[in-house]
């Protein structure tokens, strides 16, 4: 493969915004959806927006392989284990982190952004925009995602 040529037997991620639906795509073939939670303040890049980046990104780093299903992060680092049946404040990011990284000159402060795709406290939101920029995920399905795509797989977000 010359450089800058696409494998499209590649596993890459495919991101509807009006949709609220992640696919992972294999080739021409779509081998698993989910339902995600993208913002509740729309769509954007700008620094502290707490808007979804629009284009094309790259999961930059995975952070969580092996932790327990319901894993509290913060900062990026287990801090415990939550119980869905006690309610919790905040938007807490547990089980699993991709964290993705801008392609595009617009999207580049994707990182320091941390924007992710992630697990989430808040599974009953899971089908409109609720979150603060990141795309949310049941936990289980965060996990299933996890185990599909590696460090450097391609994911594009649309409209």
Not at 93 to 106: A, D, K, S
Not at 116 to 142: K, W
């Amino acid at each position: 493969m010359q450089t800058g040529e696409r494998n499209e037997a590649e596993t890459r991620i495919g991101i509807s915004i009006s949709d609220q639906n992640l696919q992972v795509l294999q080739g021409n073939s779509q081998i698993a959806s989910f339902v995600v939670s993208t913002s509740k303040f729309g769509v954007g890049s700008r620094e502290g927006s707490n808007k979804t980046p629009l284009g094309d990104f790259e999961v930059g780093e995975k952070i969580g392989d092996g932790a327990q299903l319901m894993t509290v992060f913060k900062g990026r680092r287990p801090i415990g284990i939550q119980d869905l049946k006690q309610a919790a404040d905040g938007d807490l990011v547990m089980t699993r982190i991709l964290w993705l990284h801008g392609c595009e000159q617009h999207n580049a402060n994707t990182r320091g952004r941390y924007i992710y795709i992630h697990g989430t406290n808040h599974e009953q939101d899971l089908g409109q925009p609720a979150s603060f920029g990141c795309i949310r995920m049941g936990n289980e399905d965060v996990v299933r995602l996890f185990g599909m795509v590696d460090v450097g797989s391609k994911v594009r977000i649309i409209e």
